[in-house]
């Protein structure tokens, strides 16, 4: 099964944007699915996760109240609704999923995944 990361572009500071995460394949065996973010000279951070199964959701502390996270199993697939953008939200987005759950707010953890999509580039202007 293979992730594909869609939705990105470039949006005034203030706009929003939404960002699918789609599995192709046969199936979709990944209980658990985060959003990622790299910057550029910056590593890559966690700033969402969810569980497909109980719909527990998790957000980094920087986009609280601003992204959402939710997930559509009839569709496999996984978004984030992004509003209120800032500049500092520029990034390469990048979802990643796990086939085994992992504790609490770890899911934001980058090493718990191997399977990753490729990214969709958000560029916030000022």
């Known amino acids: 099964v293979q992730l594909q990361a869609s939705g990105g572009g470039l949006v005034q500071a203030g706009g929003s944007l939404r960002l699918s995460c789609a599995a192709s394949?046969?199936?979709?065996?990944?209980?658990?699915i985060a959003w990622f973010r790299q910057a550029p000279g910056k590593e890559r951070e966690g700033v969402s996760c969810i569980s497909r199964g109980t719909g527990t959701l998790y957000y980094t502390d920087s986009v609280k109240g601003r992204l959402t996270i939710s997930r559509d199993n009839a569709k496999n697939t996984v978004y984030l609704q992004m509003n209120s953008l800032k500049p500092e939200d520029t990034a390469v987005y990048y979802c990643?999923?796990?086939?085994?759950?992992?504790?609490?707010?770890?899911?934001?953890?980058?090493?718990?995944?191997?399977?990753w999509g490729q990214g969709t580039q958000v560029t916030v202007s000022s």
């Open positions: 990643a999923g796990r086939i085994n759950r992992v504790p609490g707010s770890t899911c934001l953890n980058s090493i718990h995944y191997v399977n």
């Open positions: 394949g046969s199936s979709w065996d990944y209980s658990l």
